[in-house]
């Protein structure tokens, strides 16, 4: 039995895609039934070193969303538009959707999944969130018995690379993220990536599935790794940790009778040493998940590049092939049941905590005058709002000024950012908060 595939785009994924998809010897037995029967592309003329009739191609990529022969679309165009409008019209005509788009997912999962739904087709995204490596099915089906408490994750490759090469160079964040694109590691823009929006795009996906429910993309607080200077760097290391971009989604405390609510947030972080994430280093993805009663599980492995993302859409293709499969030997017909474990149903919408209401540890650097008295107006400010001090380490600086570096204990964002601003407003004692960073 044949399962035709109509490709949307043929760039780093697409082209991984179709060579699996050409190469079936060693693999499962289903990749045999799978034939590509057309593939979207946005120029004809360009060469390819894919071996398909010139009769595959084409640019009218709504002419294969809607072409009755086919059975499955994978979309690796990326973006928004007009992913989104060819996956939703795909899903109008009866068709099973594959992608890669972590953006039009985050964005646009209830208009999609509710399509899906009514259609009586599947959407799957594995290939959306740590490339390679298997986190999505894993949250819908192998952890699916567990109550989830948080999800921490390294899910962006490119701010894992410059960050590792700071630490292991002692370089800036701007010469490095201008080598990094020199060498193809960094796009050109490389604002989704740096600015924390990847990652954000991707903690929400992650969290819709582990709490069972549609997570607003706006709501996710994102931070990105521009500001971290390699003296933050420094500081951390002599005080036993590493700075990874972290992107974390966590159960809050609730009362009985209380709606729950999620944290929901994405920035750069000290993670302690000997935290199993502080050793996932240069474009390696790892996500550390922590449920009840499963215990701490972590998915480590390659989040990005042609042949692991392709490894993910092709699994989710022969996901849908195998059930179509079972479905066609059964003879059912009319309105299909999706399987409930592997397709998006859930309707609520899960509520996202503020991040003032965030408890977490702080790391503060502070440029102040070196002058009797300022370590203590330091403390008096973080004490006026309870915030608690774990250390706190002056070092003289050459301009005469002193450099005091603090780490907090456990505190609310919101009371923590009262004391900062009690310390800005003192010009005499302060002349810089030169970073913030939160400690896991
Ligand atoms: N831009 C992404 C990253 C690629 O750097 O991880 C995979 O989504």
Request: proline residues 4%; glycine residues 10%.
């Amino acid at each position: 039995m044949t399962f035709k595939v109509g490709l949307l785009g043929l760039g780093t994924v697409g082209s991984g895609t179709a060579k699996i998809l050409l190469d079936p010897a060693g693999r499962h037995p289903l990749v045999k039934e799978l034939e590509i029967a057309k593939i979207g592309v946005r120029s004809l003329d360009k060469p390819r070193d894919i071996d398909l009739p010139a009769t595959c191609f084409t640019t009218d990529l709504e002419a294969i969303v809607t072409d009755p022969d086919i059975d499955i679309i994978v979309e690796v165009i990326g973006g928004l538009e007009p992913a989104r409008t060819l996956m939703l019209k795909a899903i109008e005509n009866g068709k099973h959707v594959v992608t890669a788009n972590k953006a039009a997912v985050a964005l646009y999962s209830d208009e999609l999944f509710t399509a899906a739904e009514k259609a009586g087709v599947y959407v799957l995204l594995e290939a959306a969130v740590g490339g390679g490596i298997p986190v999505i099915e894993p949250l819908k089906q192998s952890l699916c018995s567990n109550k989830i408490n948080r999800i921490t994750g390294i899910i962006n490759g490119t701010t894992n690379y410059i960050l590792t090469r700071m630490k292991n160079e002692g370089g800036d964040f701007g010469d490095i993220l201008a080598d990094a694109q020199a060498l193809g590691y960094a796009e050109a823009d490389p604002t989704a990536d740096v600015d924390g929006l990847d990652a954000a795009d991707k903690i929400a996906i992650l969290a819709a599935l582990a709490y069972g429910g549609r997570v607003d993309r706006a709501q996710v607080h994102s931070e990105g790794i521009r500001t971290v200077a390699a003296a933050d760097i420094a500081y951390a290391d002599s005080l036993g940790f590493v700075i990874k971009l972290l992107a974390v989604a966590q159960r809050c405390e609730s009362q009985p009778g209380e709606t729950e609510k999620l944290e929901m947030r994405v920035h750069p972080t000290l993670v302690p040493n000997d935290h199993p994430l502080a050793s996932v280093n240069d474009v390696n993805n790892a996500i550390f998940v922590e449920g009840n009663p499963v215990g701490k599980v972590m998915f480590f492995g390659p989040g990005a590049g042609s042949g692991p993302t392709a490894s993910a859409v092709v699994a989710d293709v022969l996901n849908i092939a195998a059930l179509l499969q079972v479905e066609k030997g059964s003879n059912q017909t009319g309105t299909r049941s999706l399987d409930p474990l592997l397709a998006c149903s859930h309707q609520h919408e899960c509520q996202v905590a503020p991040i003032s209401e965030t408890v977490t540890r702080f790391y503060v650097r502070l440029i102040a005058n070196d002058q009797p008295g300022v370590i203590g107006f330091v403390g008096t400010c973080f004490g006026n709002h309870g915030v608690s001090l774990e250390s706190i380490v002056q070092t003289h600086r050459k301009d005469g000024s002193a450099e005091i570096a603090v780490v907090t204990h456990d505190v609310q964002e919101g009371k923590f950012r009262q004391a900062m601003d009690e310390l800005i407003a003192s010009k005499e004692q302060i002349n810089d908060v030169a970073a913030v960073i939160r400690v896991l």
